[in-house]
């Protein structure tokens, strides 16, 4: 009798084991050679590509290499649809190239867009590709983000508090404003039981955004943006709680004024917020109202620690437009919808064509802005069609596509919902905010399309995220949208073309290393080469420009050189370290964890 128990035991052990559905999706990965030398004089030149895990639907770019400074800032396209500040820009883009599992070839002729020959040199390749065949897979059945108008709307964590990637990111979500969801990317979609909620409770005549910023040291710490109802006053912010697991979330009253940090403005709905280890960004905006003729549009940052305004960036240049209001649209286009990829913040709004990517961190107002999409390449673009009522007009929330979403992977495409475009399911734009065209998921149709995202930190679930509210073709009924998260492989590679042989090995003249490691805590080594001797000076700067230490100021023999710093006496956050020698100079980031 004990054995049969024994064995029954057992066997009801194995049988769970064996059939939990854990969430273990195929990954699309493209393998490629990292330099690849080409003479660049008129032949055809051939790089092997490996294609792993699904078939793709990809395309090829050859761009400028090292060139940002010296393009500087350029406005240029049909209707000035493109601007690009110090950013390397597109030469050659191909059109869609089906890739099949297993060895590939991608060709080339060493010719621009417009068909002349490429001056000889080193320029930057990438591939972008994506399942478009496979069905979307469930990361989790019971998550509903709706998304609505406003941008990104969940938050998919992919970094540690110890600024290393996670194997299992998490996935946090509400579109319930007074109950966010927490989900780790691997459980079994079908477990409800896995989900982690919190319950946030906001005063009294106040409405909830639905968006979450972790603190980056300590994810047991949000932040959530609302504001006052517009009968009950003008005031719009940030609160900061802590995440209490199937609990009441504790507002931080040590922070800002009793937990709360905001700007005197009238509630209009979604603004970030976002976070780093020295800010949170948020936005003021108006986008609704198209009698509302105050141009308003501010990228706000708000100190991590205390919640205090330190800083603002007019953003209106970009995103309001008395042409548009004149032409029987609205003034203001947003943004409303923030995401972050390494350094960079892409700002968003279905209400407006402008897609847009600045650097935070720039401490010049005019570095702030790296790339800008407006009207002019249809891709994301409003009002282009010939029959329009407002030709070409660009901040409009009454006609599609309805991008409700931007989201940028590791080599910063960014990808957007494409709502009212019938059967796409998104607008793809390249690393210079270049519109490279539609693409559609398989099974793709002209429902409803809320939210799209990256995982993209090299885990086992790296590719996109999606909603799959689209079978639902009466998209008039928001409630009726089917629920659950969903999985598309994609993947993007990045390589060099060079007439230099083994430019890998070739000795730069100065150079200055990426510091390692990086983030670190409290020492990093910083590596650097001068070309002659000489007087040599390395500085540490925080995000304000302020000179914080001076790692060394000697006269240093010609060749490679290291120092270390220790940065035990100073708080955690981004700072920069500038190496000088004679007429060289070149200033790194770096990342300090406490």
Known sequence: MKRIILFSLLFAFFATSAFAAVFSPALLKFSAPDFVQYNFDGSKLQIPVSVTGTNANAIFLVYTKDQANSIGQVTNGYLGWHYVNKVDTSVYISDAIPMEKGSNIISWNGKDEDGNAVPAGNYTYYIWGYDNQSSKKSMCDFIFNFAGSGGEQALLQEIGTDGLPLVHPVFYNASTPTIPEKWVIGGDPSDKTLMETTNVIFPENWVQDIVIALVPTDHSKFFMSGGMKKDAGSLKGVWKYSWVPNGKAEVQTSWGEGGFAGVSEGYDYYSGPVADFNYLYYIDNQYHGLNND????????????????????????????????????????????????????????????TKQMVDPLAIEDEDFFKWTNGNGDYTLDHNFEPDSPRPWVCNDYRVGPYTTALDAEKNLFSISTAFDMGAISFGLLAPDGTGLSYFAYAGETAGWKSWNMHCSNGSAYDGQYCDNHSVNLDYSNFGDYPAGVFFVAADSFKGVITNQVAVEEAPAAFAVAQNSPNPFNPTTTIGFAIPDAGNVSIDVFNVAGQKVDTIASEFMSAGSHSVTWDASGHSAGVYFYTVKTGSFSETMKMTLLK
């Open 294 to 353: 105050q141009a308003q549009a501010n990228f706000i940052y708000f100190d991590l620690e205390d919640g205090s305004l330190a800083r603002q960036i007019d953003l209106t240049k970009w995103w309001s437009n008395p042409n548009d209001l004149a032409a029987g649209s609205q003034m203001n286009g947003g943004p409303n919808g923030m995401m972050k990829r390494g350094d960079y913040i892409f700002l968003n709004s279905h209400s407006s064509c």
